[in-house]
């Protein structure tokens, strides 16, 4: 169509504005959303050769952006197929370190993109690339409470040993998530989960785990009675932490249940025994000694 229009003298590139580049204009409508123009430049682009067509889908902006990050970018589902269905690139870095995958999940909140998401990881995207804060696309999706999207990228090999530039895993961000996030942090504790039924060590590693604040995966959690004895439960079975980095924990963990008001876990705490607790720091404390009075009560 676009050579018989050029063959009666149409000219394909009428609608770029004076002084602008091709490329420009071309990264421009990508980033409007208009699929039509898209479509048309594309589909000139491709008459005047494949090398063509990948060289405009590997232009980059000041930012080091190319076509397929600004479409991801502003969540332009159609654009993108027609963007990766032309051969672009599907992991070119940004000069962030971004790539268009994480781009995409930062627009995916609302579930609304959860289907180009999934084309993208089928399509061969890098699930285990890091942002510039240590960032995965794991861990963003588990920010989105994005659940089917967790299962995907577990299924499809995402690593969840990766620790970000805060110190934090997928653990201690499904652990601080929305009510929503707990079933996201079941699947992580059954996800490559042992014959003998403890947690796989990537996990496991997480459970004692604090981030550059000081927080682990229990604190983060300490306003979900149900999350923190999820954690709980699950952790203090794992064998893969010494009775000193228990001890060490305890105290932490029981201060937490109780500013949090958590009666069951402060039992459950307690139950563990002075191996565990060490409760000599606690009446330290007047008010905290004075509240933990009142919740150890049976």
Not at 104 to 129: C, F, P, R, T, Y
Not at 131 to 141: I, K, N, P
């Amino acid at each position: 169509m676009v050579e018989l229009l050029k063959r009666y003298g149409a000219n394909p590139l009428s609608g770029v504005k004076h002084g602008e580049s091709i490329e420009t204009e071309f990264r421009q409508a990508v980033k409007s959303g208009e699929v039509k123009k898209v479509r048309n430049m594309l589909a000139l682009f491709e008459a005047e050769g494949s090398p063509n067509t990948l060289q405009q889908l590997a232009t980059r902006d000041e930012l080091g952006q190319t076509p397929l990050h600004l479409a991801a970018l502003h969540g332009h589902d159609e654009i993108i197929r027609m963007i990766l269905n032309h051969g672009a690139p599907v992991d070119p870095l940004n000069q962030e370190g971004y790539t268009p995958l994480h781009k995409l999940i930062w627009q995916a909140h609302d579930g609304g993109l959860d289907e180009i998401i999934h084309d993208m990881v089928i399509a061969g995207a890098n699930i285990k690339s890091a942002d510039e804060s240590g960032r995965t696309a794991l861990m963003r999706v588990i920010e989105a409470n994005r659940t089917k999207l967790v299962e995907l990228l577990l299924s499809k090999g995402a690593d969840v040993s990766a620790i970000d530039t805060d110190q934090r895993g997928a653990l201690v961000y499904a652990a601080g998530g929305t009510p929503k996030n707990f079933l996201i942090l079941r699947l992580l504790f059954e996800h490559k989960r042992q014959s003998d039924g403890s947690l796989c060590p990537a996990i496991a590693d997480q459970i004692y785990k604090a981030d550059n604040t000081g927080k682990t995966p229990f604190l983060a959690a300490c306003y979900a009675d149900e999350k923190m004895m999820l954690i709980l439960e699950r952790g203090m079975n794992t064998g893969n932490s010494t009775p000193a980095s228990r001890t060490a924990h305890g105290y932490r963990l029981l201060r937490a249940a109780i500013l949090s008001s958590s009666k069951q876990c402060v039992k459950f705490l307690l139950d563990r025994g002075k191996d565990f607790i060490d409760l000599d720091k606690v009446y330290q404390d007047p008010a905290l000694a004075a509240s933990f009075a009142i919740m150890s009560r049976k």
